[in-house]
């Protein structure tokens, strides 16, 4: 069982529409989470981190985490083609001494106009 | 600000030639630092992390290797390259927090 699951897409969604991005993770010892965004061809960038149960808002997007689930999203509200990406989850499980994060597969998202 | 570079951007390699990726971080004092590579359409994958100079701990047993020469740079090193190395080389940072920055990222094609 991979540590950090995510659907690969394509998830594709009309402009304006709100985009649904999950991810589930297996280790309940997971203490920090993250989501990055990747431009084809660019290294990820972050978009917000979340570290305790419930919504998280910033902007257009909005970090949900339910750890008795194991599970994170993230939303983005009246999505832009400029946010067509891959979508990467992250996981930094507990005693890690390097501070490592696990990363998922990723979700492309691909906003059409 | 902290900054994170890395080089070269993209190389093409022939197979058995050495390699060597550079990292420097700016603007902040013993960062644990990274390298991970990612697959043409594959997830991150974690090569090497440091958490000071001289200390490296290696995720993945392969033909690569790295070094913390100093506090602030990072070098990734093969001996001779494989195919299968091919890839998009990420160098990351973090201290105090959680939160991982990457550089720019190197494109290898070895042929």
């Known amino acids: 069982q991979k540590e950090v699951e995510q659907n690969s897409g394509p998830l594709s969604v009309p402009e304006g529409a709100i985009a649904s991005l999950n991810c589930t993770y297996s280790d309940r010892g997971s203490q920090s989470f993250f989501w990055y965004r990747q431009y084809s061809g660019k290294s990820p960038e972050l978009i917000m981190f979340i570290y305790s149960n419930g919504d998280k808002e910033d902007g257009r997007f909005t970090a949900q985490l339910n750890k008795a689930s194991q599970y994170v999203s993230l939303l983005i509200r009246d999505s832009q083609p400029s946010d067509s990406a891959t979508y990467l989850c992250?996981?930094?499980?507990?005693?890690?001494?390097?501070?490592?994060?696990?990363f998922g597969g990723g979700t492309r998202l691909m906003v059409k106009p | 600000s902290q900054t994170i570079h890395q080089w070269p951007a993209t190389l093409v390699q022939p197979v058995g030639s050495p390699l060597s990726l550079e990292c420097t971080v700016e603007g902040t004092s013993n960062p644990n630092l990274y390298w991970y590579r990612q697959a043409a359409g594959r997830g991150l994958q974690l090569l090497f992390y440091s958490v000071g100079i001289g200390q490296i701990s290696s995720e993945v047993p392969q033909n690569l290797s790295a070094s913390r020469p100093q506090d602030r740079q990072f070098i990734l090193s093969s001996k001779k390259l494989l195919l299968s190395d091919s890839g998009f080389y990420l160098c990351?940072?973090?201290?105090?927090?959680?939160?991982?920055?990457f550089g720019e990222g190197s494109w290898l094609t070895v042929v």
């Open positions: 990351a940072w973090t201290n105090s927090g959680n939160t991982i920055y």
């Open positions: 992250a996981v930094n499980i507990g005693n890690n001494a390097g501070n490592m994060l696990t």
